[in-house]
């Protein structure tokens, strides 16, 4: 697996169209409301046990699938050829929103089943917690492989962004803030120096993270803790709407 975010965006940006050139397609039946759907042309192929309702289904849960692999790299496998931690969170984050997107189309955007709802609303409880959490994920700081740096190794990485900064002139202990940054970018402007703007941002943005790092990383691991126990309620009803429709032929007939 690549770290190339490139690649990621990519596979988003085609599957987002996909999905809506399928939301145009299905508009006049994703609009009727559950009562009139039966009588649609497109009801045997959008419906949840349909063609394309039950290939949302499949695929969807396979994502999911897909995107619990991102637990197995973190926790299990260290092996650096598999890719780093940072390109796995990216494809752990967009497997889970298109998995979500392919679902909802399978659901044909109006879930019946009580299992089917509950399911649904975990879902979305855990999307909306994942964006949250990757928001927090994104203030930690981390080395070029992914993985959160300690205190000690910040500061080692600290001291050498000041050194470099050092040897073009910059001084790196008055980049206190936006106001300092802004200050240095209009000062080299149209300079070489001008290409070490990005490490002194980051100096910046890197001291503020070490004096309140304990405090991120607490946040952080309290996240996770309750988005991974969100995600495995989310699944274990997943489970029982495959179950129950299994058992009852809503996906066999």
Same mark, same amino acid.
């Given at each position: ?112 089943? *009580?299992? =089917? !709802?509950? +399911?649904?609303?975990? /879902? #979305? ?5 994942? &964006?949250?959490? %990757? ?31 050092? *040897?073009? =002139? !910059?001084? +790196?202990?008055?980049? /206190? #803030? ?5 200050? &240095?970018?209009? %000062? ?48 274990? &009803? ?16």
């Amino acid at each position: 697996m690549n770290g190339n975010r490139g690649g990621l965006g990519g596979v988003t940006v085609i599957a987002l169209l996909a999905v809506a050139v399928g939301v145009y397609i299905g508009a006049d039946y994703y609009h009727l409301p559950a009562r009139e759907r039966v009588h649609h042309s497109q009801h045997q192929v959008l419906r949840s046990s349909g063609s394309v309702g039950l290939a949302c289904g499949i695929a969807g849960t396979a994502l999911f699938l897909v995107n619990l692999s991102y637990l197995l790299r973190k926790r299990l496998l260290s092996l650096q050829f598999l890719g780093t931690l940072r390109a796995w969170m990216g494809m752990h984050v967009v497997s889970g929103i298109l998995g979500a997107l392919l679902v909802l189309f399978h659901s044909s955007f109006l879930p019946r089943s *009580a299992l =089917g !709802i509950l +399911a649904l609303s975990g /879902l #979305g409880i855990v999307i909306v917690t994942g &964006l949250v959490g %990757r928001y927090i994920y994104a203030l930690v700081p981390r080395a070029k492989d992914g993985h959160e740096m300690d205190a000690p190794e910040l500061r080692a990485h600290l001291l050498k962004l000041r050194e470099e900064l050092a *040897a073009a =002139g !910059i001084p +790196a202990e008055q980049l /206190l #803030g936006r106001k300092e940054l802004r200050a &240095l970018k209009k %000062r080299l402007k149209g300079r070489p120096e001008a290409r070490l703007f990005p490490l002194a941002k980051a100096f910046a943005r890197d001291r503020r993270r070490l004096a309140r790092l304990n405090e991120l990383r607490g946040l952080l691991g309290s996240w996770r803790f309750f988005h991974r126990w969100l995600a495995i309620v989310m699944l274990v &009803l997943a489970a029982f709407h495959i179950g129950v429709a299994l058992r009852f032929g809503e996906i066999l007939t």
